[in-house]
Nanobody, 119 residues
Framework: QVQLQESGPGLVKPSQTLSLTCTVS??????????WSWIRQPPGKGLEWIGY???????YYSPSLKGRTSINRDTSKNQFTLQLSSVTPEDTAVYYC???????????WGQGTQVTVSS
C-alpha cells in the first residue's frame, strides 16, 4: 500500500524559508513512472499545484511560484522535499504531497500539514 507523510514546521516567520519533507512508503520514488507532487490549499481557497519531481529526477514548478520554490529528492530515504523562500502570510495553507499518474490523476495523498506564516 502506498503511503505519503508530510513533515516539517507548522509555523514559519515572514521572509523565512518553508521546508517540508514527504516520506513515501510502498513505492519507490525513483523506480516507478509517477510524478511526486506538492500541492497546497490556502484557507477558503482551492487546491494549488506547486510542483513535482518525476521518477527520473526531472523537476517542474508552477510558474506563479517558480522563483521561490525548490523541490528535491533523496532516493536513499525515499523522500522528496519542498522549500519555499521569502514566505508571506499568503503562503499560509495546508500543504500536501501526492502521487500523480500519467493520466494526471492524483492517486495517493498525504494527510496534509498546516503551515502558518506569522511573526
Amino acid at each position: 500500500q502506498v503511503q505519503l507523510q508530510e513533515s516539517g514546521p507548522g509555523l514559519v516567520k515572514p521572509s523565512q524559508t518553508l521546508s517540508l519533507t514527504c516520506t513515501v512508503s510502498g513505492n519507490s520514488i525513483s523506480g516507478s513512472p509517477y510524478y511526486w507532487s506538492w500541492i497546497r490549499q490556502p484557507p477558503g481557497k482551492g487546491l494549488e499545484w506547486i510542483g513535482y519531481v518525476t521518477y527520473g529526477g526531472s523537476i517542474y514548478y508552477s510558474p506563479s511560484l517558480k522563483g521561490r520554490t525548490s523541490i528535491n529528492r533523496d532516493t536513499s530515504k525515499n523522500q522528496f522535499t519542498l522549500q519555499l523562500s521569502s514566505v508571506t502570510p499568503e503562503d499560509t495553507a495546508v500543504y500536501y504531497c501526492a502521487r500523480r499518474n500519467w493520466s494526471d490523476e492524483y492517486e495517493y495523498w498525504g494527510q496534509g500539514t498546516q503551515v502558518t506564516v506569522s511573526s
